[in-house]
């Protein structure tokens, strides 16, 4: 066998057979989506359309019809002949790695939608973990405590990465007030209410199932977590977990949106306005449905069903409060030197304003009116150094104590 060259880039994600059959249903997807687009393309070119306008409708004929449908149909005669290759080589039960993980939460993240409604192994099931293994095991042989701590991660994120240069807030807290961490991982490009309602659902077996009696349940989420454990709340009243809830802790989540997203819909629109480039918009859609949520912070069924989510443009999501008798702390972040000024309302910490972080809005039925003591703003940080700077951890302690 001939031996790597000195230097040569090694493979740096281990990939498991099903992580491969996975990857190649989604080039195959690929294949086809481009096909359309330049037939689409092509059709345009050749009906002679307005440089502004509507793109005519239909397929090309004739021979130039029939060679499209002959790539797509090859493409994906390919692509189920390798999907029973892949499927049948061993499963392969190996510990996964960080790298995978990151690698397979990013997939999801911007694709988790798709993955799912393709039947795509990559799509990863929610579960609750601890060091990346399902939480049952991993208390085995542990101690657990009635004081029961859950983090929820961000957008493309997974339970993993709540480490971050060498602190983890779910160790941290375990090692100086005593809770137990449990850590949520879920496929982020799904809507925002369907993971929070599978959350909610998990959250009554693991009250249900801790090996003592829970007498404190915490909620510490960064990021999209914060909306995923919100839309939880809003449709768990009564569940025993949520007597159980004390304290929910949210670390840059937009409660109220992300211009980023808001600008990626403008950018569809702008691609929309002329027939010629207009089949290229299609590449912007492909983005997941918990991307679009974070367009407006939408939490419910209601905030983007019967609607076109990619065209969405005001925000007219219902209003969900904060559940009543659980404190709740915000904690936002600025990349600027200084709390206010135009940088840290536009951008805030590079993601979210920090309006947005501490759920400020003109709209009193849809503003989340918390306390100027639950609140915290950090500066000169990033969205996710929220996750390792040591005066959000001290604020954190402080209000867990």
């Given amino acids: 066998m001939t031996k790597p060259a000195p230097g040569a880039p090694r493979l740096k994600v281990p990939l498991r057979p099903a992580d491969v059959r ?34 005519p409708d239909g397929r090309p004929s004739g021979i130039t019809g029939f060679v499209y ?11 189920q002949g390798l999907d029973v290759l892949w499927g049948a080589l061993p499963f392969d039960t190996a510990t996964s790695t960080p790298e995978r993980e990151a690698f397979v939460a990013a997939l999801n993240g911007v694709w988790g939608d798709h993955l799912v409604d393709t ?11 601890i060091g990346g293994r399902p939480y049952r095991q991993a208390l085995a042989n542990a101690r657990p405590t009635g004081k029961l701590l859950v983090l929820v991660h961000g957008l493309a994120m997974n339970d993993l990465q709540w ?52 007498d404190e349940l915490v909620i510490v989420c960064h990021s999209m977590g914060g909306l995923v454990t919100r839309s939880a709340c809003s449709v768990a009243e009564g569940r025993p977990w949520m007597a159980a809830l004390r304290k929910l802790v949210f670390l840059g989540t937009p409660h109220h949106g992300a211009p980023l997203e808001r600008g990626g819909r403008l950018v569809d629109t702008l691609l929309g306005v002329s027939p010629y480039v207009a089949p290229f918009a299609r590449l912007g859609k492909t983005r997941s449905a918990g991307i679009t949520d974070l367009r407006f912070g939408n939490l419910q069924d209601a905030d983007w069903q019967h609607r076109d989510r990619h065209a969405q443009k005001q925000d007219d999501r219902r209003p969900t409060p904060l559940p009543d008798g659980v404190q709740c ?16 309302a536009m951008l805030g910490d590079g993601l979210v304003p920090v309006a947005s972080a ?11 009116n918390v306390p100027q003591s639950h609140q915290m703003v950090v ?16 604020q954190i302690r402080t209000w867990l104590t």
């Avoid at 702390?329 to 840290?344: C, E, H, K, N």
């Avoid at 501490?358 to 989340?368: E, F, I, S, T, Y």
Wanted: hydrophobic residues 40%.
């Fill in 22 to 55: 996975g990857l190649s249903r989604l080039g195959v997807d690929a294949v086809v989506g481009v096909t359309d687009l330049v037939e689409t393309m092509h059709h345009t070119i050749a009906s002679v359309s307005g440089i502004t306008g509507r793109a």
């Fill in 69 to 79: 449908r002959a790539v797509r149909g090859t493409a994906r005669t390919v692509g």
């Fill in 119 to 129: 039947g795509n192994p990559l799509a990863i099931p929610m579960s609750l973990r």
């Fill in 163 to 214: 480490s971050r240069r060498g602190h983890d807030h779910g160790q941290a807290l375990a090692r100086d007030l005593g809770f137990t961490p449990v850590y949520l991982h879920y496929n982020s490009g799904l809507h925002v209410s369907q993971n929070g309602r599978a959350f909610a659902a998990l959250l009554d077996d693991l009250v249900a199932d801790w090996p003592v009696p829970v």
């Fill in 329 to 344: 702390f915000l904690v936002a972040a600025t990349t600027s030197a200084q709390s206010t000024g135009l940088r840290s």
């Fill in 358 to 368: 501490l759920g400020v809005h003109r709209d009193p039925k849809l503003a989340l």
């Fill in 379 to 394: 500066t000169a940080a990033n969205h996710w150094d929220l996750l390792s700077r040591g005066d959000v951890y001290q």
